[in-house]
């Protein structure tokens, strides 16, 4: 989702995982529900309010159509979900 709360025209489809670790530069490695593990930084709405993301959160992830193993940070979802 864009900062408006609509997903962008390039966005792929977004997933849901759990972060994995921290990575330099402000990257997260997400481990999604089906598998596989990707590479995501945070999107431009959660940096302007200031969310923290930790190891061990549920998130929901908007994965690059370019490159798969490359994604965004769009929800944190709360731990009763």
Same mark, same amino acid.
Request: hydrophobic content about 45%.
């Given at each position: 989702?864009? *900062?408006?709360?609509?997903?962008s025209?390039?966005?792929?489809?977004?997933?849901?995982g759990?972060?994995a670790?921290?990575?330099? *530069?402000?990257?997260?490695? /997400?481990?999604? $529900?089906?598998?596989?593990?990707? /590479?995501a930084?945070?999107?431009?709405r !959660?940096?302007?309010? !200031?969310?923290?993301?930790?190891?061990? $959160?549920?998130?929901?992830?908007?994965? *690059?159509? /370019?490159?798969?193993?490359r994604?965004?940070? /769009?929800?944190?979802?709360?731990?009763?979900?």
């Amino acid at each position: 989702m864009d *900062s408006d709360g609509e997903r962008s025209a390039g966005a792929g489809p977004a997933l849901i995982g759990v972060v994995a670790g921290l990575l330099p *530069s402000g990257l997260y490695r /997400v481990r999604l $529900d089906e598998g596989s593990q990707i /590479v995501a930084h945070i999107a431009d709405r !959660f940096a302007r309010n !200031f969310i923290r993301v930790l190891v061990g $959160d549920r998130v929901r992830v908007e994965v *690059s159509r /370019v490159d798969i193993h490359r994604g965004r940070i /769009v929800e944190k979802i709360a731990a009763g979900s």
